[in-house]
Nanobody, 122 residues
Framework: QVRQVESGGGSVQAGGSLRLSCTAS????????VGWFRQVPGKGREGVAA???????RYADSVKGRFTISKDNAKNTHYLQMNSLKPEDTAMYYCAADGVLSDGGYCIPDYWGQGTQVTVSS
């Protein structure tokens, strides 16, 4: 069972930056897809960014040019650098590792972690 732990969330003002981290417990991390999702109360979980097994990346239109996903195989950790944050980026962020790539290009994990809260004030 793959488990992932998210960290790095917090409260920032609009225009600020945060970097989220996700460390996964899997022996196949270097060959796995990874990604990030977010969810606000009352809405479904949406894909934000992903790195496929072949290294290609995928971003939601709403974050393109502002967010960057990266992966460090030596540390079993991937990151989401979030710049130029907007109030609409406020959400609980969840990471995924070693999951199944959805039709939309996002990495769906077997199990979800606790998430890390990101709050952006105007």
């Amino acid at each position: 069972q793959v488990r992932q732990v998210e960290s790095g969330g917090g409260s920032v003002q609009a225009g600020g930056s945060l970097r989220l981290s996700c460390t996964a417990s899997t022996n196949t991390y270097s060959r796995s897809c990874v990604g990030w999702f977010r969810q606000v109360p009352g809405k479904g979980r949406e894909g934000v960014a992903a790195i496929s097994r072949d290294g290609s990346t995928r971003y939601a239109d709403s974050v393109k040019g502002r967010f960057t996903i990266s992966k460090d195989n030596a540390k079993n950790t991937h990151y989401l650098q979030m710049n130029s944050l907007k109030p609409e980026d406020t959400a609980m962020y969840y990471c995924a590792a070693d999951g199944v790539l959805s039709d939309g290009g996002y990495c769906i994990p077997d199990y979800w972690g606790q998430g890390t809260q990101v709050t952006v004030s105007s």
